[in-house]
């Protein structure tokens, strides 16, 4: 992350006092007639049709908690999920009761008309204002899935030392639960359940319950299929190896201490960034070394295949590590990140990536960086205070980076910065100052909520 702030100089703000002020908000106006369901949550009304044609966008789901959250919920719940602690969900609108039901008596006629006007028109509102109907009837928005499954198979990673929120943060992402919390409260009221680490073949959609029944089950561990995702790191690769495989771990890392066995530069410190993420049917009887072969052999093939000459392997691989590790979910991204890395190099700036500094500290599941570290040159993955390229990779590109790599976008940006932890929403600058607001809009992201300040520690 290019300039990047680092957590203590957003928190120092916050305790100091100098966090910018929130401007007051305008008293709200009474609400006026409404005569649509469109009308009545934002979109404009159109004089000729009953029922505006704008829809408002959907809403993007923020991401899980962090581990943080997961103690904050437990402490202030007493353990069973169901205190005080838990955010409200659906808005939270109760702290303005006598505001609310005035909103009601505005809100019901003009629903009931349009109710009696057809069904065809009352169901348009019901499944295009969704959301906000529940919200303003109180019913709460699902959090879970019926059932077992709807039959397309997802892989599913337990790593050793995983908590029970790593589980439902897994879980929610490959698309096995419809929520974080569904899991995470499941979890709370059956605090006896633990697990394996390794891979499990489960489905998509699944209940709460179902999902972590499966995974008690042995019958689903997958035992001849490796799964390696994008931007995690060597060190983090060989345990899934040894977890998924059954091979010691000891083994695992004492076959991947020489790089240059399986065909590496002499410069290249380590396997890191050669092991291609994917997933791979192994027969159930190789070696470590032979495993690791094949995750050598398949990054040179996908380099290759990309046309990436023989000398030029290392620095793309460690160019498209950093992108991996500093991206977000938009692929787009992927393409401006590397314009910026670009620029800066043909203009002789310094690179300034936290990821590769927090990577050179041993801090491999981090982007954030203290200033004392940012100022160390003796850090070789130290990309503030040493120019150009660090010395290696710094975790597991795939190909939308080795890509990204090759064939950044246009534009004249030399600075980005998240402004939403949540969503990874980037905004990419070509000045300091327009950086400069664009960190300060992240500073009051994290201010925004207890849950934004989650992502901001």
């Not at 704008?54 to 919920?73: H, K, L, M, N, Y």
Request: charged share 20%; proline share 7%; aromatic share 8%.
């Amino acid at each position: 992350m290019a300039d990047e702030p680092s957590w203590d100089e957003i928190f120092t703000q916050r305790a100091t006092g100098a966090t910018p002020a929130t401007p007051p908000k305008a008293s709200e106006p009474e609400p006026t007639e409404l005569d649509s369901f469109a009308q009545l949550f934002g979109a404009p009304a159109s004089q000729d049709a009953p029922v505006a044609a704008a829809a408002p966008a959907a809403a993007t789901e923020p991401a899980p908690g962090s581990r943080r959250a997961a103690r904050v919920r437990e402490q202030s719940s007493g353990g069973d999920g169901s205190g005080s602690g838990d955010r409200p969900r659906g808005g939270g609108r109760g702290d303005r009761p006598k505001k609310r039901n005035l909103l009601w008596l505005k809100i019901l006629l003009p629903i009931v008309l349009v109710l009696g006007a057809g069904g065809a028109v009352a169901a348009y509102g019901w499944f295009t204002y969704n959301e906000q109907v529940r919200e303003l009837l109180g019913i709460p928005l699902p959090t879970d899935f019926d059932g077992s499954g709807n039959g397309e198979e997802a892989i599913v990673t337990v790593r050793s030392g995983d908590i029970g929120s790593d589980v439902a943060r897994e879980l929610h992402e490959a698309g096995v639960t419809m929520t974080y919390d569904a899991v995470y409260d499941y979890l709370v009221e059956n605090p006896d359940v633990g697990f394996l680490p390794g891979n499990w073949r489960l489905q998509k959609m699944m209940s709460a319950e179902t999902a972590v029944a499966a995974l008690q089950d042995t019958a689903n561990k997958v035992t001849d299929k490796l799964l390696l995702r994008e931007g995690i790191s060597l060190e983090t690769s060989l345990e899934v190896i040894a977890e998924t495989t059954g091979l010691p771990l000891e083994e695992v890392t004492a076959a991947a201490a020489d790089p240059q066995a399986y065909g590496l530069p002499e410069q290249a410190p380590s396997l890191e960034g050669y092991l291609f993420p994917a997933t791979y049917e192994l027969q159930g009887g190789e070696t470590a070394q032979q495993i690791l072969q094949i995750l050598v052999d398949t990054t040179v093939g996908r380099l290759d295949a990309a046309g990436v000459a023989p000398e030029n392997r290392y620095t793309t691989l460690i160019m498209a590590s950093i992108i991996q590790r500093e991206a977000g979910a938009n692929p787009d991204d992927f393409y401006k990140i590397s314009r910026v890395f670009q620029n800066r190099i043909e203009q002789s700036i310094n690179l300034q990536s936290d990821a590769t500094v927090a990577y050179g500290t041993g801090r491999f599941d981090s982007v954030w960086t203290e200033p004392e570290e940012r100022a160390d040159p003796s850090n070789l993955y130290n990309t503030y205070a040493n120019p150009g390229l660090p010395v290696g990779p710094i975790g597991l590109p795939g190909d939308l980076a080795i890509d990204a790599a090759l064939n950044p976008v246009d534009g004249p940006w030399l600075f980005f910065v998240p402004i939403n932890l949540a969503t990874g929403e980037t905004v990419f600058s070509e000045t300091a100052d327009e950086h400069q607001a664009a960190v300060d809009r992240l500073f009051a992201w994290c201010d925004e909520s207890a849950e934004n300040a989650t992502y901001c520690e």
